[in-house]
C-alpha cells in the first residue's frame, strides 16, 4: 500500500516538473475588460434615472463600492452596474460620474478614481469647438 502510495506521488510530481515548461509558454489571460473610457464626452439626450441597486456582500475588506452609472456609448446611455472594486492605491477615493447640460446636450464626465485623469474625448472636443461662442451654455 505504502509502495503505491509512493509510485503515485513520484510519478505526479514527474508529470509536473515535465510539463512545468509548457504552462510557461502559454500566454497571460487577458486583463479584465476596463471602467468606461476616462474620457469626457457629449451626450445628444439626457441621461436616464440613476437606477437603485441593492449592495452586495462585500468581496474583500479594502473593497470600495462603485456605484452603478449611465456611461455614454455610441448613441445612447448604457447602464454599467454597481460593483465592489480594490482601488489599485490606499490614498485614491471614487469620483461618481457627473451629468452637466451644456448648450442643450449633456456632457458626460465619468466615475474614475481620484489619482487618474480624465481627458476630453475627440467627439466632446468637435462638439465644444462648433458650439463656443454661438450661445450660452445650458
Known sequence: MFKRLLKTISMTALAAVVSAPLFAQLPPPPPLP???GLEIRI???RPPRVRYERRTRRTERNAVWVAGSWDWQGDQWVWVPGRWVV???RRAHWV???YV???GSWRYVPGHWSNQ???E???YRRWRDEHRGSRRPN
Open 96 to 98: 461618481r460620474a457627473r
Open 87 to 89: 482601488p489599485e492605491s
Open 117 to 119: 485623469t480624465v481627458v
Open 43 to 45: 451626450g445628444r439626450t
Open 101 to 103: 447640460r451644456e448648450y
Open 121 to 123: 474625448g475627440d467627439d
Open 34 to 36: 476596463p471602467l468606461p
